[in-house]
């Protein structure tokens, strides 16, 4: 519930800055201007991609019921010694996804979408679910999968 309060006030106040923001185009500014659709930032081609013989955390790093977003990959703990990994660009326009909240839920900044602790997406607009994306841990590091 308190949760659910918080995303809604972010919600709103992302909503109400876009509109701030995209309503000072017709000035011309081309700043402004990315900020109304999907800017550089969010764009998942300048984003790099994980490197297989770099961890890209530690399994303590992974908190149970949570987890965290390291450049393009979610990591996540749903229960303790369970870590699982997905892409973390959003499957509606590419953004990276939040790390997931205190209720497990993980959601896309940029338009507001949804998705569980186990990648399925669960509002959208993004109609697909997070893609899978595979890991080797050795130790207590976790790697990208060599494939
Ligand atoms: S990019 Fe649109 S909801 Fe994520």
């Given at each position: 519930?308190?949760n ?18 995209c ?7 081309a700043g402004?201007l990315?900020?109304?659709?999907t ?15 770099e ?14 977003v ?23 326009q590419g953004t990276?996804v ?7 839920v ?5 338009h507001?979408?949804e ?5 399925q ?6 109609e ?9 841990i050795?130790?207590e ?7």
């Open positions: 519930m308190h659910d309060k918080r995303r809604e006030t972010a919600r709103a106040v992302l909503s109400s800055r876009r509109s701030l923001l309503g000072a185009v017709g000035i011309g500014t402004v990315a900020a109304c659709g800017t550089q930032d969010d764009n998942p081609t300048e984003q790099q991609e994980p490197d297989p013989n961890p890209l955390a530690r399994t303590s790093d992974v908190p149970t019921g949570g987890g965290i390291v450049g393009t990959v979610v990591l996540v703990q749903p229960t303790e010694g369970d870590i699982a990994a997905y892409d973390a660009r959003c499957t509606h990276i939040q790390a997931p909240d205190d209720d497990g993980i959601v896309c900044p940029n507001l979408s998705y569980d602790i186990s990648g997406v669960t509002q959208g607009p993004a697909e679910d997070l893609a899978p994306f595979a890991i080797r050795d130790g590091d976790i790697y990208p999968a060599d494939d």
